[in-house]
Nanobody, 121 residues
Framework: QVQLAESGGDSVQAGESLRLSCSNS???????MAWFRQAPGKEREAVAT??????IRYADAVKDRFTISKDRPQNLYLQMNNLKPEDTAIYYC?????????????????WGQGTQVTVSS
């Protein structure tokens, strides 16, 4: 059974950095992997995706600040630099249904429980 588990969320001040990790028991290298986030009162939104070939896409709001990556043990990472209060949300890792990626949450079949990131000014 595919299991995803996020870690690394914390409370930080604006301008600081965090690194999120997602342990993945499934086949990360043949499926799209992604980070989503959801702030209170807002819909879940894609932050970054990485497909089976390593092609990466970022949401405009995090471009040049966040970096998504994965490694051979099939862990997924999100390096978050220069955090802003607007980044405050629960962050989720997700695995898609195909090698390619989309920014649609409904395209993803497996989700972690989320990890809280809080950024104060």
């Amino acid at each position: 059974q595919v299991q995803l588990a996020e870690s690394g969320g914390d409370s930080v001040q604006a301008g600081e950095s965090l690194r999120l990790s997602c342990s993945n028991s499934g086949s990360a290298y043949v499926f799209c992997m992604a980070w989503f986030r959801q702030a209170p009162g807002k819909e879940r939104e894609a932050v970054a995706t990485i497909d089976s070939a390593g092609i990466i896409r970022y949401a405009d709001a995090v471009k040049d600040r966040f970096t998504i990556s994965k490694d051979r043990p099939q862990n997924l990472y999100l390096q978050m630099n220069n955090l802003k209060p607007e980044d405050t949300a629960i962050y989720y890792c997700a695995r898609g249904r195909s090698a390619g990626c989309s920014f649609e949450a409904r395209s993803f079949s497996y989700w972690g429980q989320g990890t809280q990131v809080t950024v104060s000014s």
